[in-house]
Each structure stands twice: as C-alpha cells, then as structure tokens.
C-alpha cells in the first residue's frame, strides 16, 4: 500500500487539511498522557475539537500492552468512529495501530495477537504523527504488543498507517535522554536492515540516508539541540523506519525484548547494546553458519560498505567505533550497568529471544553463541 508522508515543521497544526469533513465526522484520538501535551500536538490538534466529534483515548504506558490495547478496542467499537490519529512516540502508534486492526475483526484480541486467527481486512484510516525521532511506527506495517512478558508483532500491509504527519517541532521538548533512546533506535533498525537476510536495494538505500543523518545529527540532537538536527532525526527515523518495514529487524532486536520485559530495559538501549558485537560477528560467515538465501560473497561487500558508512574500512574499527558513538550519547555499553550481570541473567534473555526476528539475521545462531555474545558485554 502507497502511504503519504509529510515532513514538513509546523505541518500538524494544517491536519484538518488531511480530513475529509464531509466524510468523517468522528475521530478516535490515541495519544499518550503527558507527551501529548509537552510535545505542543495538543496546541497543534486544537482545531479537531472545532471540526469534529473526538474520542480520546490515552490510557497507554511505556509499551504497547494488550490489557490497554483491548480496552482501547472496547472504546472504539463504541465510538462508531470514522478515522484514527495516533499521536506519539512507538508505543501509541502501535498501541494505536493494535486498536484499528483487531476493532475491524470479530476475533478475540489474543488470538489475532498470537496469530491464531489471521487478519483478513483493514481498519479505518489511520494518521500517524510521531513525537519521537527513534521507532519509525509511522511507516512500517508491524505494531508490536506485550502480553505479560510474553512479546509478540502483529505484521501485515493493512495495518501500515494511510498517512505520516511528521512535524519536526513535536520532537524539540524531548529531554537529552529520550532523544538518545529513541533515535539510537532508529540507528539499529537501518544497521540491522542493512545486513538483514530480507535486505534489498531500496531498502539500503534508505539504511544508508538514515545512518548518514543519524551519525551526523544525533549527538548534536542529545547534546546541543537546534532545529536542523532535530528535522534530520525525524528523516531519518522515517527512513530507517521504511527500511525495516521491507526487511525486518535481525538479532539486536531480537534478544531486546527480553531486556525489555524482564528486566524494564528501554527498548533503544536494549537494541543497541548488542549491535556492535552483531556487527562484527555478522561479518565473518561460513558455508557452516550461512543463512539460506545469502550470497557469502555479496554479504561481505555490503558489510564492508557499512563498515565505510560507519568512517572504517575495517570492521573491527568499525565495531570500536560504534560503541564510541553509542557511548558518548550517554547510553551504556556494558549489560552490568543494566542490572544484567550474570549468566542467570543471560539464560532468561536466550530463552525468551524472539525467533521471528532471529531468522532474519544473516548468520545462523545457536543459543551457546547468544550466550557467549551477551556474556562478553557484561
């Protein structure tokens, strides 16, 4: 499905312009409690309230969580709503994007979530309007939802939002440490699109656009912020968030979301505490670990092209520089300092690691060597 993308500052305050008034007369609004407000999309929504019916809906934590999720979809089948606005960081959009999808369905919440019953129709039209620079939900397909400890995504082409308002001036009341979980997201999600089994030409394209801006624009954006960094990160959150929405995420996100649930580690850090070892352990494949459908030989090139990106032409250089860079945003290198510190520890994460995500990674892993890569960073 083709989506309509804005990015444009000040662009949210002209949404009624998006809106079709004599065709939707009421909006279900997600957003969440406080960075509705501190973000300025409260400000800028202000003329939906003069044009229109709204049903608020922003009872949504630092996860999308199926409990929040299903009384979002009791709310909604209520409402008899003509069109959904989700405004916020990842976890509305996808909180927003699990209403839409599972309200057009007569099934039970749990088995769409859990893929016992398939999604075989589209919700209403959906607007997403980030107010982070990092997860990229705007422009992917995927929404991913918690149950308990238990995480799970939900993946198919009628639940990529029709349109993105991306508004660069939501994103200037984000404090130095959000704009470094969230847009060090954004830099994983286009390394591991770049390596991803699923990888393609467009898809590159787009990883490569991302990590320029990203290496150039985030540290400016955490440590000194101004209008242009700020505007760049948005792009390029939307790219990385484009180029996952084609290949998928690989081992990083994988073995996150344990981090996440077990042990309340925010998603951006989770991800990126493990890239740079993936980045050095993906490059070095055999006939032995190969994943199926991956050139030996054409994986090395694009490795090496990464490694260029990234300012190396070694990869071990190129590792070395990474976790620099993912230090001196002010995010940890080393699982101890997350409260992972030994390998009871580790056994938890290789043991809840999300498969799905797993297969897309380029070189085959065994649990002792999930083991051995997380052990090694403690």
């Not at 130095?176 to 394209?205: C, H, K, L, P």
Request: charged residues 25%; glycine residues 6%.
């Amino acid at each position: 499905m083709n989506q309509k993308i804005i990015i444009e500052n000040g662009c949210l305050s002209n949404i009624t312009d998006l809106i079709d008034q004599q065709i939707i007369k009421r909006i279900f609004l997600v957003t969440g409690k406080n960075s509705y407000a501190a973000s300025g999309a409260e400000r800028k929504l202000g003329a939906l309230r003069r044009n229109f019916e709204i049903v608020h809906y922003n009872d949504i934590g630092e996860i999308p969580e199926i409990n929040k999720i299903k009384t979002g979809v009791e709310i909604f089948k209520d409402s008899d709503c003509d069109l959904v606005i989700a405004a916020g960081g990842g976890s509305v959009i996808d909180t927003a994007k699990s209403i839409n999808i599972i309200s057009a369905h007569d099934f039970d919440a749990e088995d769409i979530v859990t893929g016992r019953k398939k999604i075989s129709t589209k919700g209403k039209e959906l607007i997403a309007v980030p107010t982070t620079a990092g997860s990229g939900s705007e422009s992917t397909h995927f929404a991913v939802v918690y149950s308990g400890i238990d995480k799970y995504s939900l993946a198919d082409e009628f639940i990529l939002p029709e349109i993105a308002v991306i508004d660069p001036e939501l994103t200037y009341s984000l404090d130095s440490r959000i704009t470094a979980v969230t847009g060090i997201d954004a830099f994983a999600q286009a390394a591991e699109s770049y390596w991803s089994v699923n990888s393609n030409s467009e898809s590159r394209e787009y990883s490569k656009e991302a990590l320029k801006l990203i290496l150039k624009n985030l540290k400016n954006c955490v440590c000194e912020p101004d209008e242009n960094a700020r505007f760049n990160m948005c792009m390029a959150s939307n790219l990385a968030g484009r180029a996952i929405n084609i290949t998928k995420t690989t081992a990083p996100h994988a073995l996150s979301y344990a981090m996440t649930s077990h042990f309340g580690i925010p998603h951006g850090q989770a991800v990126c505490i493990t890239l740079p070892e993936f980045l050095e352990f993906n490059y070095f494949l055999t006939d032995e670990n190969i994943s199926a459908g991956i050139n030996k030989e054409e994986h090395r090139d694009l490795m090496n092209e990464l490694s260029l990106i990234l300012g190396y032409k070694n990869i071990s250089d190129a590792k070395m520089f990474m976790k620099g860079f993912i230090d001196s945003l002010g995010l940890k290198i080393k699982l101890s300092d997350l409260g992972i510190s030994n390998a009871e520890d580790v056994k938890i994460i290789t043991e809840n690691v999300n498969t799905e995500r797993l297969s897309n990674n380029p070189r085959k892993l065994s649990k002792e060597e999930l083991e051995r890569i997380l052990l090694d960073i403690i």
